[in-house]
């Protein structure tokens, strides 16, 4: 995790907790998808709803070729790699799930180790995505929003397949109170 600590003024330094707050809304995110995708079978993970669509095992290889080439010396190249075939990331022919999952989670572990090695004066620099140029901190922006979209898709996928069978991520429906009621009594336990 990045530095919190406040500047010498005793001013809390944002950039710092900017690079805290994305890189936990990352790990949040993953740990959402993780969790949906833990619910699918085999089957379910490379289904496609219709033509127009993409299973999760597509979202999943194209998420973890653009965090490799996004995330890849992400201060000193292109975030465009010459080498992505990204047209390819949307067709799974010859993959399986335990290469997919093992892609997903060695080009997690980038991103992560990527954001932790940034620090606040970073967010200013310049790094490019294909050719086009963006602050370190609108880079960043651009990935965690990419992710929430394709991470979104993920859940919404594994609950479909999943009808009736679907265990929550979040707050199950009609179980609003009780969780909010669960929670303001943990906190009074814990003060």
């Given amino acids: 995790m990045t530095d919190t600590r406040a500047t010498d003024t005793g001013v809390p330094d944002i950039a710092a907790l900017y690079l805290d707050e994305a890189f936990r809304s990352m790990r949040g995110n993953k740990r959402l998808a993780d969790s949906a995708m833990a619910q699918l079978s085999d089957e379910q993970f490379f289904a496609i709803p219709s033509a127009e669509c993409n299973s999760v095992a597509i979202i999943v290889k194209h998420m973890a070729g653009n965090m490799r080439s996004r995330f890849t010396d992400f201060l000193t190249s292109d975030g465009e790699k010459p080498d992505r075939n990204r047209d390819r990331e949307f067709i799974t022919d010859a993959d399986n ?9 060695d080009n997690w572990q980038l991103v992560f180790e990527t954001v932790n090695s940034l620090g606040p004066d970073d967010l ?5 995505i294909r050719a086009e140029p963006h602050s370190v901190l609108q880079a960043i922006n651009r990935q965690v929003m990419h992710y929430a979209y394709h991470i979104g898709q993920i859940a919404f996928l594994a609950k479909h397949w999943k009808g009736a069978d679907w265990q929550t ?23």
């Fill in 169 to 191: 991520l979040s707050v199950p429906k009609g179980q609003s109170e009780q969780f909010n009621a669960k929670k303001i009594a943990e906190m009074k336990r814990s003060s």
């Fill in 124 to 128: 200013a620099r310049t790094v490019t």
């Fill in 97 to 105: 799930r335990a290469d997919l999952i093992r892609r997903w989670e």
